[in-house]
């Protein structure tokens, strides 16, 4: 089975797909995608900023990339601007993929799960996750990095930009995460940015890169620079025609002002070792 797919990419839907969990409401869908459901197309928490530095250092240009949970393809789009020989995404949901696949191809983008994405071992140049990790608890984060390392070439390179907390206490950490959860409704699992290096560590990498960042997702500067001015207006405009998503996003911008002092978006770039 060929699993890269070359050349011309293939054009996209004739039809829009449905935005993923279309069918819940405002108040209780997960909250990265209420906010793409709001117009909202960078999803990660240092923004684009963090997501083309990440792209620079590990050099997509004539490599064969694989995306873990490209969600709704923006990323994908900034891979794609940069010549890759090659480019697959992998997204756990069926909507998503439709969506990424908008941007990649249809031929482009697979149904899969991260930790178990059926490619072939060393078959990438280029690995990259955004936001998926911090959503995965111990285990499962372990599994998703080491694919990331199965699926690497020699000399390849394993992109991730995350988000970091610097908690005075283990206490407070879980505090932390716990209300970000609450306020996203989905787990929310981040770790200190010494932790980030020691989860890809103990999977034999090597990190060569370590990038931080502000983590205000939401803040109005942050909304114009990652969706331009009029994405930000329509994301504004959206929010006042719908009650239920405007008090959610307020009390995800509270949930995360309330911790700007211990949280950071965070991006490493490691390397197999030896």
Do not use: C
């Not at 998503?245 to 309330?258: E, H, I, K, T």
Request: net charge positive; proline share 6%.
């Amino acid at each position: 089975m060929n699993y890269w797919h070359y050349g011309n990419y293939a054009p996209p839907h004739p039809i829009p797909p449905a935005l993923p969990r279309a069918d819940r409401g405002d108040y209780t869908v997960a909250g990265h995608w209420l906010l793409a459901r709001l117009g909202k197309r960078v999803l990660r928490p240092g923004g684009m900023y963090l997501t083309r530095a990440l792209l620079a250092d590990v050099g997509v240009s004539n490599a064969d990339v694989v995306e873990f949970a490209p969600g709704m393809g923006r990323t994908a789009a900034e891979i794609l601007a940069r010549g890759p020989r090659s480019y697959l995404g992998v997204e756990l949901d069926a909507d998503a993929a439709d969506t990424a696949a908008l941007v990649a191809g249809q031929d482009n983008v697979r149904v899969g799960d991260a930790a178990h994405t059926g490619l072939p071992e060393s078959s990438a140049d280029v690995v990259i996750g955004e936001s998926l990790l911090t959503m995965h608890d111990g285990d499962a984060k372990e599994a998703v990095v080491a694919e990331a390392v199965r699926l690497l070439r020699p000399g390849g390179r394993y992109a991730v930009h995350e988000l970091a907390m610097a908690p005075d206490t283990q206490a407070e950490a879980a505090d932390i995460a716990g209300q970000l959860a609450g306020a996203a409704l989905t787990k929310v699992r981040p770790m200190t940015v010494a932790g980030w290096e020691q989860l890809l560590a103990d999977a034999g990498l090597t990190v060569e890169r370590v990038r931080i960042a502000r983590a205000s997702p939401l803040a109005l500067r942050r909304q114009i620079v990652d969706e331009g001015v009029w994405g930000a207006i329509r994301f504004v405009a959206k929010l006042a025609r719908h009650p239920e998503a405007r008090r959610r996003v307020r009390q995800l911008r509270v949930s995360y002002s309330r911790h700007r002092a211990h949280l950071a978006a965070v991006g490493l770039v490691a390397k197999p070792a030896g």
